[in-house]
């Protein structure tokens, strides 16, 4: 949901933010442009993506060692040149950069039409630059002041940098609901959407909280205030993210490359926590709510698109293993609906940007609420980490493709580790079970591995459907979020529609749609309910429907009925999803390539989506 970053040093302005707008590009890409602070404010700005605006800019003048730059994902405005950040005030001695929603925009907008304003833009963030003017102009404050008073006028989300020509050495940013991190270098400073654009320069950061303004002047130490005009002490952290993590690393795709990391990302997210020697799981991030946890009447868990297949994955092993009822809720859904919540249930927010504004709202739902609130994040320090009481971050590394993949399968392993965990200290399950569950557990990593192995099969399988308009995914218990996960793939890269249903259901409806047009990707390992799976595929040939297995290593039944198949190893029933959602990744991502499109940038969507 739009990308900030901005510098000011010794350096060369330019690199450094055309090179942050490239790795900041998964949050938004319809348009973008640049603004660098000489003796003046020059603005460049196209509709696109980076790239565009980079040619754009080929013969501009782009010298200076202050500046800042956007990418964007467009809420007001559609992506135009006009609409594309930064805006410029009236007069064009202000401009600013934004991320987020302005509530009351419209009401501020007419305001500042009566004052004489004009407005070039479709856009909420133009409301704000034209007030900061007229602050700064009827005031005669300090930027940072003019800035602050201009926040305290405003409703809604925003990250926000803005740059004046009158203080040709300050940069003021500011941030409410929508993340910023400020890089210290040597004489130097970063302001970014997350840390991606800085952590090649710097690793000392600070997270801006919520209504923080940071204060940044050419070679002096950053200040930082409230919005309530508080003098803070920055709180510099030291983040242990590598240059390698962020890149592409020889793969075609970001997507890909993530898709090959999950056995990394699962056994990192596994590491130090299940303890195979002892049979035994610690969460270090939930050791105070363990009891609560234990005692809870009912978890619920919150979350949005993949992450919130992960929380279905979720409520199955904990129901199955720790016997606690769990309800399972979108955000958005959730923040809205008046729950009936109560100081014994516990929420668990699952989240792997940590930035989801509807999972945010969720929190604060259920914190006002009086319940306890957990989460399961991938960002280090992101805003949802930080807004709940504890939790457990998974280790999957940066996620750049849009598309997630290695955090689904981490936010299962650590949901795996948690149930066990309960399982464990609540004695639900036998000793001798919860050994079993946990060495294969285990092995799951390696496991992966095997799958991954499959990536030139699954290619094939890919060619031949690449040209289908429709497909259906079925899977049963365990595999019915398997099943969603495989459909919504499919759907955002490849633009494929695609849909998930529990297999037995679909003769409530969806067997309408088969015809030998068809394809119906079906989960059918040999746990669980197999038998009747394969009834479902029967139902499914009967209408000539093809079929695209996923069975288990050695099935024979299913793997006469199937048109295509997929082996993969065999597995405790509940982590078959950690298995089984890799190949339909791969299946997503080949149709994707061999369609031609933009895998880890499709159309309309953005990675962290905080707008709600
Ligand atoms: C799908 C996808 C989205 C996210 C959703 C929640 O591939 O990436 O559906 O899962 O927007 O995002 P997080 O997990 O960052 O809260």
Redesign the pocket.
């Known amino acids: 949901m739009c990308g900030i970053v901005a510098y000011v040093g010794p350096k060369q302005a330019y690199p450094i933010l055309i090179k942050g707008l490239r790795r900041l590009e998964y949050r938004g890409y319809d348009s973008a442009g640049i603004c660098m602070l000489n003796d003046v404010l020059n603005i460049y700005k196209c509709r696109g993506k980076v790239a565009d605006l980079e040619e754009f800019v080929k013969d501009k003048h782009l010298t200076g060692t202050i500046g800042m730059a956007h990418t964007r994902w467009a809420t007001h405005g559609e992506p135009n040149v006009v609409n594309a950040h930064p805006h410029f005030s009236e007069n064009k001695s202000v401009a600013i950069i934004h991320n987020g929603i302005i509530e009351n925009y419209a009401s501020l907008r007419s305001e500042l039409i009566n004052r004489g304003y004009h407005f070039s833009s479709d856009t909420d963030t133009e409301v704000l630059v034209h007030l900061i003017e007229d602050i700064l102009i009827h005031e005669k404050v300090p930027l940072e002041e003019a800035v602050r008073i201009a926040l305290n006028q405003v409703i809604g989300a925003y990250a926000i940098v803005v740059l004046s020509k009158k203080s040709p050495d300050k940069i003021i940013a500011a941030r409410k609901g929508s993340p910023l991190v400020v890089g210290i270098g040597k004489e130097e400073f970063f302001v970014a959407s997350d840390a991606t654009p800085i952590i090649e320069y710097t690793n000392n950061v600070v997270f801006l909280n919520d209504g923080e303004i940071a204060i940044i002047k050419r070679n002096k130490m950053l200040r930082i205030k409230t919005v309530g005009n508080k003098e803070e002490t920055p709180y510099i952290q030291k983040l242990e993210l590598s240059l390698s993590a962020i890149e592409k690393g020889g793969y075609d795709h970001f997507m890909l490359k993530e898709i090959f990391e999950q056995p990394r990302s699962i056994r990192d997210s596994m590491r130090g926590r299940l303890h195979m020697d002892q049979g035994l799981v610690t969460l270090g991030g939930i050791r105070d709510y363990e009891q609560k946890l234990l005692n809870a009447k009912r978890i619920i868990i919150s ?6 297949h992960a929380g279905l994955v979720g409520e199955y092993l904990l129901e199955d293993l720790a016997r606690i009822p769990v309800e399972v809720e979108y955000s958005s859904e959730f923040r809205y609906r008046n729950p009936v919540l109560s100081e014994d249930d516990v929420v668990i927010v ?7 504004a509807d ?1 945010l709202a969720a929190i604060e739902l259920a914190k006002a609420k009086g319940a306890t609130v957990l989460g399961i994040c ?1 960002v280090v320090g992101s805003s ?1 980490a930080r807004a709940t009481d504890g939790g457990v971050y998974t280790h999957a590394g940066p996620e750049i493709g ?4 290695k ?1 689904f399968t981490a936010q299962v392993a650590v949901l795996t580790l948690l149930a066990l965990l309960l399982a464990q200290r609540k004695g639900t399950i036998p000793v001798s079970r919860f050994r079993t569950i946990l060495g294969e557990l285990n092995n799951i990593p390696v496991k992966v591995e095997q799958v991954l192995k499959l990536n030139n099969q699954v290619k094939e399988i890919a060619n031949l459907y690449k040209d289908v308009t429709n497909s259906l995914y079925l899977g049963r218990g365990y595999n019915f979020p398997v099943a969603l996960e495989g459909a ?2 499919l759907k ?1 890269i490849s633009y494929i529609h695609a849909e998930g249903y529990p297999a037995a259901e679909m003769k409530h409806g969806p067997i309408a749609l088969i015809d030998e047009q068809m394809p119906v990707i079906v989960i059918a390992t040999r746990k669980g309910s197999y038998e009747k799976v394969i009834s479902n595929i029967q139902e499914v040939k009967a209408r000539k429907g093809k079929i695209i297995a996923i069975i288990n290593e050695g099935d024979v039944a299913v793997k006469k009925l199937a048109d295509q198949y997929i082996e993969i190893p065999e597995t405790e029933e509940m982590l078959v999803p950690m298995l089984a959602t890799v190949p339909l990744q791969l299946l997503s991502y080949y149709i994707a390539v061999i369609r031609g499109c933009n895998v880890d940038q499709p159309r309309n969507l953005a ?3 905080t707008v709600e």
């Open positions: 979350a949005c698109g993949t992450s919130w699952i989240s792997q940007s940590g930035e989801t999972t991938n949802i849009v598309a997630s993949t955090a919504l793939k955002e990675k962290s989506v």
